[in-house]
C-alpha cells in the first residue's frame, strides 16, 4: 500500500574523501556527499527514488528499523530522512523524457520557418490521440 510520508533512519558514514549514505533497511539505496547539508539533501532524493521505484515494482515496503536497534561504529551517524512521496512522485512522473523521431526535411524546415516548438506539438498530439484532457 502506497504511503504519502516515510521516515527512515539513514547512516551517515564519515570518512577523509566525504559523507557514504546508506539506509539499513533498504539494500541498495546509498548516496555520497561532502558536507552534512549535502548529505541530508542527496539522502532525501536517494530514499524518495528507490521508494518510488519499489511502489512502481510493486514491493514491500519494510517497516523502519528504530534508531536504537542500529549498531554504528564511531565515524558513523544515523540521521532520519523524511519523504513526501505526493512529491516525488510527481517529479518523476513530470521528468522529460527525450525521444528521437523522424520527420521529413520539408515538414521540419516549415516548421523551424514558423517557430514550431516540437515538444508542445508532440505532447499535444500524443494527449489528443490517447483522449486525455489533463495532465495524468
Not at 41 to 67: F, N, Q, R, S, W
Not at 72 to 83: A, D, I, N, R, Y
Not at 119 to 136: M, T, Y
Amino acid at each position: 500500500m502506497k504511503k504519502d510520508r516515510y521516515i527512515y533512519p539513514a547512516v551517515f558514514d564519515y570518512a577523509d574523501d566525504g559523507i557514504s549514505i546508506f539506509f539499513p533497511d533498504l539494500p541498495g539505496c546509498f548516496s555520497c556527499a561532502d558536507t552534512d547539508e549535502e548529505a541530508i539533501y542527496m539522502a532525501k532524493e536517494a530514499l524518495g527514488l528507490h521508494l518510488y521505484g519499489m511502489e512502481e515494482d510493486g514491493d514491500d515496503v519494510p517497516v523502519p528499523t528504530t534508531i536504537n536497534k542500529i549498531n554504528l561504529e564511531s565515524h558513523q551517524v544515523v540521521v532520519l530522512v523524511e519523504v513526501l512521496m505526493p512529491i516525488v512522485r510527481e517529479a518523476v512522473e513530470n521528468f522529460s523524457v527525450k525521444k528521437t523521431l523522424s520527420i521529413p526535411q520539408w515538414l521540419n524546415k516549415l516548421a523551424i520557418d514558423n517557430n514550431i516548438n516540437f515538444s508542445q506539438v508532440l505532447q499535444s498530439a500524443l494527449k489528443e490521440h490517447l483522449g486525455i484532457r489533463e495532465r495524468h
